[in-house]
T-cell receptor, first 113, second 111 residues
Framework: EAQVTQNPRYLITVTGKKLTVTCSQNMNHEYMSWYRQDPGLGLRQIYYSMNVEVTDKGDVPEGYKVSRKEKRNFPLILESPSPNQTSLYFC???FGTGGEKLFFGSGTQLSVL | KQEVTQIPAALSVPEGENLVLNCSFTDSAIYNLQWFRQDPGKGLTSLLLIQSSQREQTSGRLNASLDKSSGRSTLYIAASQPGDSATYLCAAYTNAGKSTFGDGTTLTVKP
């Protein structure tokens, strides 16, 4: 089944403790992207990647890191999480450079205490 | 910077009614515009994608239009059903990979 898989689904952590949210897609998509969704602020793009070893900042990259060493994986790294990073995170992928149909993962609900 | 606005924020209609959701964007230099559906606690599902050179796209009871010159897109839902209840989001894309989402319209279709 074609899908974008995020793990974990839920995560509670404490301020300053490094964490990684994994994202994997099995559709051989070139484009992958991370978003956060907050009430009243909508869905905002964090980072995106148009191919292996190519990553770019979205609108809210501060406090996040990403890497794209393999085509299928695009992990989101929070080196020192803070409470304002408590949010619902989504990973997405598509063919091409992001202008094609976008497939989303089920989301990761992160709480930073 | 691209801004995307969706009006109304919420909409409640009786079953069977035809309805229109609106999406406006400030920068007309978009590569495409995509409409999504989001159910509570779930990810987004792409409904329709309109390339910048197109005027509209149709899928079943859904029809999306795009007017780049006025910075507007509409999603038309015909003969609404309770199963259509969800939040609908639009997103404008540049060909450099950036995307900007609207806040969404939460639709409730009452039986």
């Amino acid at each position: 089944e074609a899908q974008v898989t995020q793990n974990p689904r839920y995560l509670i952590t404490v301020t300053g403790k490094k964490l990684t949210v994994t994202c994997s897609q099995n559709m051989n998509h070139e484009y992958m992207s991370w978003y956060r969704q907050d009430p009243g602020l909508g869905l905002r793009q964090i980072y995106y990647s148009m191919n292996v070893e190519v990553t770019d900042k979205g609108d809210v990259p501060e406090g996040y890191k990403v890497s794209r060493k393999e085509k299928r994986n695009f992990p989101l790294i929070l080196e020192s999480p803070s409470p304002n990073q408590t949010s619902l995170y989504f990973c997405a992928s598509s063919f091409g450079t992001g202008g094609e149909k976008l497939f989303f993962g089920s989301g990761t609900q992160l709480s930073v205490l | 910077k691209q801004e995307v606005t969706q009006i109304p924020a919420a909409l409640s209609v009786p079953e069977g009614e035809n309805l229109v959701l609106n999406c406006s964007f400030t920068d007309s230099a978009i590569y495409n515009l995509q409409w999504f559906r989001q159910d509570p606690g779930k990810g987004l599902t792409s409904l329709l994608l309109i390339q910048s050179s197109q005027r509209e796209q149709t899928s079943g009871r859904l029809n999306a239009s795009l007017d780049k010159s006025s910075g507007r897109s509409t999603l038309y839902i015909a003969a609404s059903q309770p199963g259509d209840s969800a939040t609908y989001l639009c997103a404008a894309y540049t060909n450099a990979g950036k995307s900007t989402f609207g806040d969404g319209t939460t639709l409730t279709v009452k039986p």
